[in-house]
């Protein structure tokens, strides 16, 4: 069985009542019980803190373990650079998401440090950036 974990910094926890304008009325909880069903043939982990370091905590213990990473850092995304380096010293690829379109925000959010250290981004297509994510990682594992 493929494991992926999803590792959501920030503020994520608020999902659903946070400005929902920008980031829809679901909560991530309940997200994350559609994408249970959806891929319930893989085990999928979730991580949320607000706390840099436990965000780094975190790709350090499933980088080594799971076949992929999904990661939302929220506004660390813009400034960590503890975060990169921890993406880039484990084995697991990773997909960075964004539910909102970070590029048609404020311009300090147009720009991520962990980009780079990620295969791909998923931004702007709300929570489903998610899915899209799963999807990529596991069709290219079959590679």
Partial sequence: MNTIAIINGPNLNLVGVREPEVYGTRSLDQYL???????????????????????VDAIQRYGFSAQGLVINAGGYSHTSVALRDALLGVPAPAVEVHISNIFARE??????????ACRGMVCGLDLEGYDLAIDWLLHNLQK
């Fill in 107 to 116: 311009e300090y959010r147009h720009h991520s440090l962990i980009t780079s």
């Fill in 33 to 55: 019980d559609h994408l249970r069903a959806k891929y319930s043939g893989v085990e999928l982990l979730h991580v949320q803190s607000n706390i840099e370091g436990e965000l």
